[in-house]
């Protein structure tokens, strides 16, 4: 007898082959049949009408955090995804000395948009080395599938503490301390090494997430300790100063697949072929034997946000004033002249990375405070402006002004043409993840870009086939990342499934919960279409809820393809 049978599916491998109708038994976790199956099971599912496929790899999220106290990784799960890797941009919560627990969250909260209170309260501090770390994950049991990121910040805070966000160049015993962190995360079976250089990655107070500020030196000093091991890969926000040429040095350097993201690196309307030629180097640098990659978004990049927490405008110099400002103080540096003039000034010659380039088509009004400009919800700031006939920057500031800084924003930035995205989506050097599930919790939620990307690019737009676009959620990304097993639909495969309806399958609008610890809120989505997903072949959600399991089924990965 089965533990688990679903009938009658149309089964996706997960390869690209063509699909089939058929019937997929599960035994301990494993698939055991593909076909016709006529033994009994404790469990049938009637799956007549609906797709089946591996289920979605999710190779950038942010749960180092929240898996400590959340073990479902929500919502994640309900999304499809049933691997995912955490600690990317080299931001977590691991390795981390006792007295240094409340800077690394305080860092945290503001790189990755995360509520403070909601760290303070939640997170379960049961270890300080990474090793203690992975083995408090498998006591919890997560929901999905997990592998983490040795990261670049983290280890450099808990070498040099407080001055990781301070001095630039670390000592040579500093930095002797790092490679051995790195080292000991890696034979604690880290799936490789994370860090940042992006421009828009601060923390706390506004000062710099502490790689941001390392040298170059540093960076390739503590990579090697991959090349070293032989094994792991390599992922970095870039930014401008971690150019594609730097990054293709590394990974010739170290033998190991090595990984961009970057703002850079996605569709803009300002510099229309700026992302395209960051895939072109990749390919290039591929073609030369060098395993360089562009981790890819399927999603608009959107951002809410209200002046109280301008985060997303926070790498232009004359945002500096209000980094350690109190909100009540504020109001007089919005309505200076001289601070808006800088601003503008900032506009004309924006920095390279910077988020919001002066565009103001590309923010819009999400929920005004006051009745006032309730009809402005919805719409841009420059169509606004162009109704009361007025400068869209002033606009901006002073309709914030007079709701007492309380109207919520939308930016969406990048990503915002289907036209120039489609092309990046298609391109042989991308890899399509980029969710930061876990992360901007306040402000966003892009955890169900799976779904997102077989309801609008597969059914919507019919960029690709579904056979295909499956392999570009599923088998591609894991084998990039070298996520063994992983990925597919087939006999002696981990029983990893997501069963839905391609008819209707997608996410829903954004939606407020207030379910974070100590009261936090955060932003979610519901999924649309789905109808059961399997990890290690044990359901986690039923496509409606959550089913409850004391431990979840999910494995802490640590064995990776060499």
């Known amino acids: ?24 038994a599960v035994d301990q976790g494993k698939i055991t049949c593909i076909g016709k199956v006529t033994e009994p099971a404790r469990e049938t599912v009637d799956a007549s009408g609906l797709s089946l496929m591996p289920g979605i790899v999710d190779l950038h999220t942010h749960y180092d955090a929240q898996i400590t106290w959340d073990n479902t990784m929500s919502p994640s799960p309900s999304l ?6 955490i600690g990317n941009c080299g931001f977590g919560i691991a390795p981390c000395p006792a007295n240094l627990r409340e800077t690394m969250l305080k860092n945290l909260s503001v790189v990755e948009g995360m509520d403070l209170q909601a760290l303070l309260t939640g997170v379960n501090w049961g270890f300080e080395s990474f090793g203690q770390y992975m083995d408090q994950i498998r006591d919890i049991g997560p929901y999905v599938n997990t592998a983490v990121f ?9 070498v040099m503490g407080e001055d990781a966000s301070n001095d630039a160049v670390a000592t040579s015993a500093q930095l002797q301390a790092m490679r051995q962190l790195v080292k000991e995360a890696m034979d604690a079976g880290a799936i490789g090494f ?7 990655h601060s923390g706390f107070g506004g000062r710099p997430m502490p790689s941001t500020i390392a040298s170059e030196d540093e960076l390739r000093a503590l990579t090697d300790v991959l090349g070293e091991c032989g094994k792991g890969v390599f992922m970095m926000a870039t930014g401008s100063r971690a150019s594609p040429e730097v990054m293709e040095s590394i990974a010739a350097q170290t033998k190991r697949p090595t990984f961009i993201s970057t703002v850079l690196g996605m569709y803009n309307e300002a510099t229309p072929t ?11 640098a591929q073609d030369r034997g060098h ?16 002046l109280t927490d301008p985060y997303i405008l926070l790498s232009h110099s004359a945002f500096d004033p209000i980094k350690d400002m109190d909100v009540k103080d504020m109001h007089k540096v919005y309505a200076d002249p001289g601070f808006r003039a800088a601003f503008r000034e900032n506009l004309r010659h924006p920095k390279p990375g910077i988020l919001f380039l002066g565009n103001w088509a590309n923010i819009e009004i999400n929920q005004a405070a006051t009745p006032e400009f309730a009809a402005f919800e919805g719409q841009t700031i420059k169509q606004i402006a162009a109704k009361l006939n007025q400068d869209p920057l002033d606009v901006f500031f002073d309709i914030a002004l007079k709701e007492n800084l309380m109207t919520q924003f939308v930016g969406k930035f990048f990503n915002n043409s289907d036209e120039g995205v489609a092309p990046l989506l298609k391109h042989r050097a991308g890899v399509i993840t980029l969710s930061d599930a876990g992360a901007h919790l306040i402000y966003m939620c892009d955890a169900g870009f799976g779904l997102h ?29 070298k996520i063994a097993g992983r ?13 839905f309806d391609p008819k209707t399958v997608g996410i829903s609008r954004l939606q407020k919960r207030a379910d974070l610890p100590g009261g936090g809120s955060r932003m979610v989505r519901e999924p649309k279409g789905v109808h059961g997903v399997w990890v290690n072949g044990v359901k986690v959600h039923d496509g409606r809820d959550y089913v409850k399991h004391a431990k979840g089924p999910g494995s802490v990965l640590t064995q990776f393809d060499r």
């Not at 679903?6 to 019937?23: C, K, L, N, T």
């Not at 994370?194 to 828009?200: I, K, L, Q, T, Y």
């Not at 077989?454 to 990304?477: C, D, K, M, N, Y």
Request: net charge negative; charged share 15%; proline share 4%.
């Open 1 to 24: 007898m089965h533990d688990l049978l679903i009938r009658g599916a149309e089964v996706f491998d997960g390869q690209g082959r063509p699909s089939i109708i058929a019937d997929v």
């Open 80 to 85: 499809g995804v049933t691997t995912a890797v």
């Open 150 to 158: 040795a990261g670049h910040s983290v280890i450099r805070t808990a």
């Open 194 to 200: 994370a860090s940042s250089f992006s421009p828009n």
């Open 274 to 284: 700026l992302g395209m030629e960051y895939y072109e180097k990749c390919a290039a």
């Open 291 to 306: 395993p360089l990659y562009m981790l890819t978004s399927c999603q608009p990049l959107s951002f809410d946000f209200s």
């Open 453 to 481: 990307f077989l309801g609008h690019w597969v059914r919507e737009t019919g960029q690709f086939s579904l056979a295909e676009g499956i392999r570009r959620l599923t088998s591609h990304p894991a084998d990039c990342f």
């Open 487 to 499: 990925g597919r639909l087939v006999e002696g495969a981990a029983a990893d499934m997501l069963l």
